[in-house]
């Protein structure tokens, strides 16, 4: 009861300060301090990068300050991107807003940690040495020693865990289990106010996700002042009509999707849709940002103090750029022509005129102000009719519409932004890989208008008749682009793959290096049959490899990074054929002491060869002969002058047993002088043989060496 009554004290002494402060606030507001002033939105210009620019607008008085309420994760990019200008004279001052500290660096600083989720251990453990009083079936007070778990098996191996608490009380220690324990309470009642202070944080993290930010501007009488920002906003969408009869031209009818999943109602808004990827990020500029130090110990502890670095005197100081980003208009504070970022995109202030352009300050040279377009008044077919200008931002693209719009939060609409004939025809698309058997219905659509069609969904009706759907990727004024929306089945195309062919093409030496170029053909036959009553022009597609050169037709009537198109004209209730042909030249390098003796001979009796090749292939082939014949010599005198010197061995080992009178030991000497005079002769040989054939060689070596012909 007495935790109770000293909450409700509390919560009473927060209402009175509470109470006071608005009323100090308000009375502030209401003499000396500044006014609230609403600023509503003007403008929004959405692109398709998922990010929106905002505009407002409105008029202050004296000195003002306006509230705006934004979700937190919209700070970020309100930090990062936020323009404002106070005309008339008057100055903006500061923009203030909660600031954001993390909630983990703010949970440290509590006694009791619950960065984590602690169990009723963890928080008694942190309080050890703090009085408690435990209630259950005996209730108990002392001071926190220490922690034991106790185990139990149970049946079938089981375990049960519980912590025991160690307290010393006046009677002595006494153990506790936790897990029986009905009521725990602190004893010290600023740890008591503590836990339930950190507990209050964590509530108020999760809850809040609104943040005001007070824009202050000081001044005298009524004056004009601009707010602008970047906001994350859903991508906006684009959807096509395709409109198709005989005897008419094609008619294109293209809407905007946006959405409004503000919290705001946009009421007669001037919008912006702009196409296009502009680089957009995010940085947490809201979570305040803590540097990762490093420790440091006392100098009596380190083996190494950090170093300081003195400057280097002898650098020159680089002069200040003067007039960067700041220029000045009557006495305005405004950001000056070509200011932060000089060229490309942004949403610049100053200069002159709107300084919501991209020409004067932030960023660029080109408006993205609808005032400052050449009006375009679309073409209107039936009921529909375009209400956006369009004008190029640069490498962007923008629809400007025309009519204000208004549109509550949560909700979305969609706006005409196209409405215009077009040009084209229709053809048919034949792809294997995409249906085997019939060609796809298509469309040629060629962008007559000025506008640049963004990608998007392509409902066709044809006659009147809704025919398929298609889906079409950026086009910019006059190019082209195939859509596909349904299946020919009138249509039929079959297709054939020829055998492979493959030949010699030709052959070269080049200093010892024989090179043959090998010709490889494959071939494609389609056959293409057209039940209907009109006739059709197909475009057969066929991946193509940058390898393989097309040969027939010699060449493809369109080219795509990985496709060859050609046009098949086939008459109505007729039949057409269309045979494609590639070919691969392949060329092999081979060192000419690698050609085999069956190969030299195909090149010399082929028709490929040059009569000039065919004279070298021939000395090379004779060469070659007269360094083998001279080899083969020398290894037939070795071979002899080996078998002799074996024979000479059997006969002294037979001389050893024998009586030196014997006339078979005679014979055995004689024989030996004989075999002897043959070696000498056969090694006298073998010196000359050994000659040719290094001479032979160096001829074959040196031919090779510097042949090249044709």
């Given at each position: 009861m007495d935790h109770v009554r000293r909450t409700i004290r509390f919560a009473i002494c927060v209402l009175i300060a509470s109470a006071a402060l608005n009323g100090t606030r308000d009375s502030l507001l209401a003499d000396d301090g500044p006014r609230e002033a609403e600023l509503p939105i003007k403008r929004i210009v959405m692109y398709t990068s998922g990010v929106g620019f905002f505009e407002r607008g409105g008029k202050v008085q004296d000195d003002a300050a306006i509230e705006l309420r934004f979700g937190t994760r919209d700070i970020n990019d309100l930090l990062k991107s936020l323009v404002l200008e106070d005309l008339d004279g008057g100055q903006v001052t500061t923009v203030t807003y909660n600031a954001q500290n993390p909630i983990v660096e703010t949970l440290k600083t509590f006694s009791i940690d619950l960065t984590y989720s602690p169990s009723l251990a963890d928080l008694?453990?942190?309080?050890?040495?703090?009085?408690?009083?435990?209630?259950?079936?005996?209730?108990?007070?002392?001071?926190?020693?220490?922690?034991?778990?106790?185990?139990?098996?149970?049946?079938?191996?089981?375990?049960?865990?519980?912590?025991?608490?160690?307290?010393?009380?006046?009677?002595?220690?006494?153990?506790?289990?936790?897990?029986?324990?009905?009521?725990?309470?602190?004893?010290?009642?600023?740890?008591?106010?503590?836990?339930?202070?950190?507990?209050?944080?964590l509530t108020q993290a999760r809850a809040t996700d609104k943040k005001?930010?007070?824009?202050?501007?000081?001044?005298?009488?009524?004056?004009?002042?601009?707010?602008?920002?970047?906001?994350?906003t859903p991508v906006w969408k684009t959807s096509y009509r395709l409109l198709l009869r005989d005897q008419e031209k094609p008619f294109l009818q293209g809407w905007a999707i946006v959405e409004n999943t503000s919290d705001h109602d946009w009421k007669d808004v001037k919008l912006n849709l702009v196409s296009g990827r502009p680089i957009s990020f995010i940085m947490d500029l809201y979570q305040p940002l803590f540097a990762l130090r490093p420790t440091v110990q006392p100098e009596?502890?380190?083996?190494?103090?950090?170093?300081?670095?003195?400057?280097?005197?002898?650098?020159?100081?680089?002069?200040?750029?003067?007039?960067?980003?700041?220029?000045?208009?009557?006495?305005?504070?405004?950001?000056?022509?070509?200011?932060?970022?000089?060229?490309?995109?942004?949403?610049?202030?100053?200069?002159?005129?709107?300084?919501?352009?991209?020409?004067?300050?932030?960023?660029?040279?080109?408006?993205?102000?609808?005032?400052d377009d050449d009006e375009r008044h679309?073409?209107?077919?039936?009921?529909?009719?375009?209400?956006?200008?369009?004008?190029?931002?640069?490498?962007?693209?923008?629809?400007?519409?025309?009519?204000?719009?208004?549109?509550?939060?949560?909700?979305?609409?969609?706006?005409?932004?196209?409405?215009?004939?077009?040009?084209?025809?229709?053809?048919?698309?034949?792809?294997?890989?995409?249906?085997?058997?019939?060609?796809?219905?298509?469309?040629?659509?060629?962008?007559?208008?000025?506008?640049?069609?963004?990608?998007?969904?392509?409902?066709?009706?044809?006659?009147?008749?809704?025919?398929?759907?298609?889906?079409?990727?950026?086009?910019?004024?006059?190019?082209?682009?195939?859509?596909?929306?349904?299946?020919?089945?009138?249509t039929e195309v079959t297709s054939t793959a020829g055998p492979p062919v493959q030949s010699l093409a030709s052959i070269s030496i080049a200093k010892g290096v024989l090179s043959i170029v090998e010709k490889h053909e494959r071939s494609t036959h389609y056959r293409l049959k057209n039940s209907?009553?009109?006739?059709?022009?197909?475009?057969?597609?066929?991946?193509?490899?940058?390898?393989?050169?097309?040969?027939?037709?010699?060449?493809?009537?369109?080219?795509?990074?990985?496709?060859?198109?050609?046009?098949?004209?086939?008459?109505?209730?007729?039949?057409?054929?269309?045979?494609?042909?590639?070919?691969?030249?392949?060329?092999?390098?081979?060192?000419?002491?690698?050609?085999?003796d069956e190969s030299l001979s195909?090149?010399?009796?082929?028709?490929?060869?040059?009569?000039?090749?065919?004279?070298?292939?021939?000395?090379?082939?004779?060469l070659r002969a007269e360094q083998a014949s001279t080899s083969q010599k020398s290894?037939?005198?070795?071979?002899?002058?080996?078998?002799?010197?074996?024979?000479?061995?059997?006969?002294?080992?037979?001389?050893?047993?024998?009586?030196?009178?014997?006339?078979?030991?005679?014979?055995?000497?004689?024989?030996?002088?004989?075999?002897?005079?043959?070696?000498?002769?056969?090694?006298s040989d073998l010196a000359n043989l050994r000659e040719a054939e290094t001479a032979a060689t160096k001829a074959l070596s040196d031919f090779v060496a510097t042949l090249s012909v044709d």
């Open positions: 008694l453990r942190q309080v050890r040495g703090e009085r408690v009083r435990i209630s259950g079936p005996n209730s108990v007070e002392g001071r926190i020693l220490g922690f034991e778990e106790h185990r139990q098996i149970g049946e079938q191996g089981s375990v049960a865990t519980w912590e025991v608490l160690t307290l010393v009380t006046d009677d002595g220690l006494r153990s506790v289990r936790l897990d029986i324990a009905q009521d725990v309470r602190l004893l010290d009642d600023k740890l008591n106010a503590e836990l339930n202070e950190a507990l209050a944080l005001t930010v007070t824009l202050r501007c000081t001044g005298k009488g009524e004056r004009r002042l601009r707010v602008g920002y970047v906001q994350e009596s502890f380190a083996g190494l103090r950090p170093q300081r670095h003195g400057q280097d005197l002898m650098a020159p100081v680089p002069p200040i750029q003067q007039g960067a980003g700041r220029g000045k208009r009557g006495g305005e504070a405004a950001f000056g022509a070509g200011g932060i970022g000089g060229g490309g995109y942004g949403y610049g202030m100053g200069g002159g005129g709107n300084p919501f352009q991209t020409g004067g300050g932030l960023g660029g040279a080109n408006s993205i102000n609808s005032s679309a073409k209107v077919r039936g009921t529909g009719q375009s209400v956006a200008n369009a004008g190029e931002v640069g490498e962007l693209f923008r629809y400007a519409i025309t009519t204000p719009v208004t549109l509550a939060r949560q909700q979305s609409a969609m706006l005409p932004i196209v409405n215009e004939a077009i040009g084209g025809e229709k053809v048919g698309i034949y792809n294997s890989a995409t249906e085997a058997r019939h060609p796809l219905t298509a469309f040629r659509l060629k962008n007559a208008t000025t506008l640049h069609l963004m990608q998007g969904p392509i409902s066709v009706f044809d006659a009147g008749e809704y025919a398929g759907d298609a889906q079409i990727a950026d086009i910019a004024p006059g190019a082209e682009r195939l859509i596909s929306y349904a299946l020919d089945l009138d209907g009553g009109a006739a059709k022009t197909i475009l057969v597609e066929q991946p193509f490899d940058t390898a393989w050169k097309l040969t027939t037709p010699k060449e493809p009537s369109e080219k795509t990074r990985s496709l060859y198109r050609f046009a098949v004209d086939v008459p109505a209730r007729g039949a057409a054929d269309l045979v494609v042909t590639e070919t691969h030249e392949p060329v092999k390098t081979l060192a000419l002491g690698d050609l085999g195909l090149y010399l009796t082929g028709s490929i060869a040059s009569d000039a090749l065919k004279a070298a292939l021939k000395t090379l082939r004779e290894t037939d005198v070795r071979t002899q002058v080996a078998d002799i010197e074996t024979e000479q061995t059997r006969i002294r080992d037979n001389m050893r047993s024998l009586d030196k009178s014997s006339d078979l030991y005679a014979r055995y000497v004689k024989k030996l002088g004989e075999q002897e005079d043959t070696i000498e002769t056969l090694r």
